[in-house]
């Protein structure tokens, strides 16, 4: 029996491509402004800013009494602070992702080059017993006898 191996058209195309990175999908002036702007957003930096920004307005609302200190927590320093701190973590969530795509990519890479040598001493294998037939059959022997 014959093998001939055929290769998955997946296999070329592999060799040309890595795994995808959120970074990948900015496409365009908007993409990668929308990326610019998210990166700088979400950073503690800007958490940092927008807290002591809030604070200017902070004196205002003591004044006014406990309603507006609620309201200040709840309508601004919440929702500009969290807001920050919510996309740092989105982007250490998308760095450890990205990460385990490469991860990933790496273990698949290697498990079809593992599957290529397999491939390649089952062939060194079966032209060993080929030619071993071959010698016993010129010996005058069957090789089922």
Known sequence: MNYNHVAHPRLVDRKNTKPVKVSDNAVGFNGKLAMRITKIVGSMWCAYAFGLFDLLSLPSAMRTGIQAIVAW???TFLQLVLLSIIMVG??????ASDRRAEQTYNDAEMILHECLELH???DAQDQTLKDLIKRIELNGSSPTN
């Open 120 to 122: 390649r001493h089952l």
């Open 90 to 95: 989105q982007n250490l969530q998308s760095a």
């Open 73 to 75: 927590v709840a309508q």
